[in-house]
């Protein structure tokens, strides 16, 4: 039988992994998958990640099961860190997931439970929002966001396609620093967007992958907590992978907000329900580590300056891509304004797989450079391959 299955193509951002690794070129630069590099080029731990895992091993009393919705103790804390004030007081249910990745599936799981058919994500969206609703069996529909050559957002074509979607329907939003374009909406727009699903009737999901990256924690969090403060019902998918560099942890949660606090005890067993034929329970290392910095208050302050420092360090590389790339492209100045760790240049494939071979610049063919993979002193020379081409 297992003769009859066909090969499966690599996922094309983790297939770039390989390939940079196999590269014995000197020099060679990393802008695919999307992990912080520092100046040296390496994906450091946090220090308050060591020394909340130094505690842990000293004080952990068990390994026993965490149980399918995890520790509450964690959700609670990164709940306030997403959400804040909006969230404080909030009928919500949330299950702790291995990574992002798992809490959009549980998202998606969750709403074929409550009959949505269809969910609208933003084009382009990062490759694998897709493919995850449409393994849970939602139908994928899509609105324009943003233009590669103007690099504008579509902002009058997005809303015009959401008018479109039926009551019911779910919508994707990326809370900030969007992958892959790193451009956000402003809170006009935010605004705008709230009130149009509201209106509508539209369930939002929205994924939180990056918050500190774009322009500080609470600000990457503003527009999500915008829509949770008006809409009844809400899902909020977050990643600590990259906010607490716990990529191979895979530590996340799923959160349901609901209008009414008699939903919740339902609402949360559904949620264990989906965890318990899934993956039965989630890793705990993770968010054991995110609990312990999250109820600290200074480990909490030091990972706060720390993702400080990193967010400084791509804002200041964004400001010389820019400079350097607008030489060529006039629309490269909006790499300035763009947030997070990600970028999308008008570039053919031709010319990613040119730049690959010919210069050992890695990059997925879709365009998306990773900022936080570059280091202050190969700038210039990476602005001048892409400028050969
Ligand atoms: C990315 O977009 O590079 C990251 O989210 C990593 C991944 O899993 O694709």
């Given amino acids: 039988m297992f003769d009859a299955l066909a090969p499966q193509p690599d996922d094309p951002l983790l297939a770039l992994i390989g390939l940079y690794r196999a590269d014995a070129r000197p020099g060679k630069v990393d802008l695919g998958v999307g992990v912080y590099r520092d100046e040296t080029g390496a994906t450091p731990i946090f220090r308050a990640v060591k020394e909340a ?27 306030d860190l997403t959400a804040g004030e909006a969230g404080r007081g909030r009928a919500v249910a949330g299950l702790q997931t291995p990574g992002g990745s798992g809490a959009l599936r549980i998202g998606g799981d969750l709403l074929v439970r409550l009959g949505v058919k269809r969910i609208w994500l933003g084009m382009p969206t990062w490759p694998n929002h897709a493919s995850i609703f449409q393994a849970a069996g939602l139908e994928i529909a899509t609105y324009p966001f943003f233009d590669i050559p103007s690099q504008s957002v579509l902002f009058e074509r997005m809303v015009e396609a959401l008018s479109g979607a039926a009551p019911g329907d779910a919508v994707l939003l990326h809370a900030s620093c969007h992958n892959p374009t790193g451009a956000n909406l402003s809170a006009e727009q935010w605004r705008a967007v709230t009130d149009l699903i509201a209106a509508r009737g539209l369930m939002p999901l929205v994924d939180i992958a990056y918050q500190g990256y774009g322009r500080g924690l609470d600000e990457d969090a503003a527009g999500l907590r915008m829509l949770l403060a008006a809409v009844p019902e809400m899902l909020v998918a977050v990643s600590c992978s990259k906010s607490f560099g716990l990529y191979r942890e895979r530590t996340g949660a799923i959160y349901a907000a609901c209008g009414n606090a008699d939903a919740v005890p339902a609402l949360r067993s559904n949620l264990a329900a989906l965890a318990r034929v899934n993956y039965s329970m989630p ?3 993770g968010s054991a580590i995110v609990s312990t910095i999250l109820g600290d208050e200074a480990l909490k302050a030091d990972w706060m300056a720390e993702i400080e420092a990193m967010r400084l360090r791509i804002t200041a590389i964004r400001e010389r891509l820019a400079a350097g790339l607008s030489r060529r492209w006039q629309v490269a100045t909006a790499i300035r304004e763009q947030e997070g760790m990600f970028s999308l240049l008008p570039l053919e494939a031709a010319d990613v797989l040119k730049l690959r071979a010919e210069q050992a610049i890695y990059m997925p063919t879709s365009g998306r450079i990773n900022i936080a993979g570059l280091k202050t002193a190969e700038v210039d020379a990476v602005i001048e391959k892409f400028l050969s081409l």
């Fill in 53 to 79: 895992e130094r505690r842990l091993v000293e004080t952990q009393p068990t390994k026993a099961y965490v149980g399918p919705e995890g520790d509450p103790v964690f959700l609670e804390r990164l709940w």
């Fill in 283 to 285: 890793p705990d290392h």
